[in-house]
């Protein structure tokens, strides 16, 4: 998915304030998986670069970013990997990202044959290959497209400790990672860590059913054989899973990206035949954020987008896009925010005619407005906006008023409508929000 947030220019640089402290908790000589907490008041990031070594099996991934958010805690080492090269990044005051250099006390540094490592920011990331097909792509090489190199800090060896404890605060201005492209970053993809598929399963050999020397060994190959199967073919199954996954997230990279595509305001020429009018005196004229009862669903999309409404695009691509998303009976919320901070939905509902045949297109069946607004309204301001409200809409039979709301209904060229005012929480005469609807 393309990046859609850039950082801004650098004045200067200075050393992000990055405190480690170390403790160490009692840990088996052999334990592959050790946890980085933090204690400061800022989060850390970390991309790896993990492999395992076994006698029966070889295989190595890079994943990122894993976000250690203050008081937290993460395990650094991925879920069948027994060795680690660490890549950390932090924020400056600023709030841009940095690629840091820290190693703890008896941790190993990454030695001066690893130059860099490749990272994704933006999306998070979990390639799973052979050591060799990973290195290749991702070690001291020209990084694939959407991969970046970044400065590796340390090492994490089995028989490392239980816990890192650290502490991270984000003080001064300093020097901003940039990737291939120049771009700077402020808020970094983070992946979800979850538990990979374990490999086949083991076998354990009854000992007393071994005649001798040759059968327990002729059964342990057998074991060895039966393992490595099972291991490739779980292997295989896996990248057949991260292949899916993979696939699937493009897919909804790519709704995402026509979502923000059609949240583009078109050109004032274009969005003209959306304007409200300012006074209604026909029914079929009747439109609330450019938006009438029996529209389209694609003028209506188009209407509250000319009207500087918005909707968080994820949503748009959560439903299958743009499409999907309006041709379903929900109530659908567009919304933006005036200048004094005061916000404004519109809430428009989508069905097919009513007395229509099955499978008919979508139409819009009504509209409201909601006003929440900054600042409450007096009693006399309340007023104002019902004499607006009054003014702006003449036509059918006088409208029906009291404190709260002004109704009215009228004709226009399919049948009867309701055009209503409301006060939505009217408390001693002043209130903060309220709606108009049409339906």
């Known amino acids: 998915m393309k990046q859609r947030r850039q950082g801004f220019a650098v004045a200067n640089?200075?050393?992000?304030?990055?405190?480690?402290?170390?403790?160490?908790?009692?840990a088996q000589a052999d334990i592959d998986s050790s946890r980085l907490c933090n204690r400061g008041t800022a989060s850390l990031y970390?991309?790896?670069?993990?492999?395992?070594?076994?006698?029966?099996q070889s295989g190595a991934m890079v994943q990122g970013l894993v976000e250690v958010a203050p008081d937290t805690c993460a395990n650094l080492v991925p879920d069948g990997m027994n060795?680690?090269?660490?890549?950390?990044?932090?924020?400056?005051?600023?709030?841009?990202?940095?690629?840091?250099?820290?190693?703890?006390?008896?941790?190993?540094?990454?030695?001066s044959a690893i130059n860099h490592v490749c990272v994704n920011m933006t999306q998070p990331y979990r390639l799973f290959g052979s050591r060799d097909a990973?290195?290749?792509?991702?070690?001291?090489?020209?990084?694939?497209?959407?991969?970046?190199?970044?400065?590796?800090?340390?090492?994490?060896?089995p028989g490392g400790q239980a816990t890192y404890n650290i502490e991270v605060h984000s003080q001064n201005v300093a020097t901003p990672w940039r990737d291939s492209a120049g771009r700077q970053y402020t808020n970094p993809p983070v992946l979800t860590v979850g538990p990979l598929q374990s490999?086949?399963?083991?076998?354990?050999?009854?000992?007393?059913?071994?005649?001798?020397?040759?059968?327990?060994?002729?059964?342990?190959?057998a074991a060895a054989e039966y393992k490595e199967r099972a291991d490739r073919e779980a292997q295989q199954r896996q990248a057949q899973i991260w292949a899916e996954r993979q696939r699937q997230r493009q897919a909804y990279e790519a709704k995402v990206d026509e979502a923000e595509a059609s949240l583009v305001r078109p050109s004032d020429e274009h969005c003209a035949r959306y304007v409200d009018k300012q006074k209604v005196t026909k029914g079929q004229e009747v439109t609330l954020s450019g938006v009438k009862l029996g529209m389209d669903l694609k003028s209506a999309h188009e209407a509250l987008v000319c009207n500087s409404f918005s909707i968080n695009p994820e949503s748009l691509a959560r439903a299958g896009g743009v499409e999907k998303f309006w041709a379903n009976a929900r109530e659908k919320t567009f919304q933006k925010t005036l200048d004094d901070g005061s916000r404004v939905f519109t809430d428009v509902e989508a069905r097919p005619p009513r007395g229509a045949p099955p499978g008919a297109d979508f139409v819009v069946l009504s509209v409201r407005i909601r006003y929440q607004l900054a600042n409450r309204l007096s009693a006399a301001e309340w007023k104002s906006v019902k004499n607006d409200f009054k003014n702006r809409f003449r036509m059918g039979k006088r409208p029906v008023e009291n404190d709260y709301a002004v109704h009215m209904q009228y004709t226009d060229d399919v049948s009867t409508r309701s055009l209503q005012l409301n006060a939505e929480d009217l408390r001693n005469g002043s209130l903060s929000r309220y709606s108009i609807t049409i339906l």
């Open 13 to 26: 640089s200075a050393f992000l304030a990055v405190l480690l402290v170390l403790s160490w908790q009692p």
């Open 46 to 56: 970390f991309a790896t670069v993990g492999e395992h070594d076994g006698m029966l």
């Open 83 to 111: 060795k680690v090269i660490l890549t950390f990044f932090t924020k400056d005051s600023r709030g841009l990202l940095t690629n840091n250099r820290f190693v703890p006390t008896n941790a190993t540094r990454v030695n």
């Open 134 to 157: 990973i290195f290749s792509r991702y070690v001291n090489a020209e990084c694939p497209a959407g991969f970046s190199p970044a400065v590796p800090a340390w090492i994490h060896q």
């Open 199 to 221: 490999g086949g399963p083991l076998i354990e050999v009854n000992q007393s059913s071994l005649r001798d020397y040759q059968a327990a060994q002729a059964l342990l190959k």
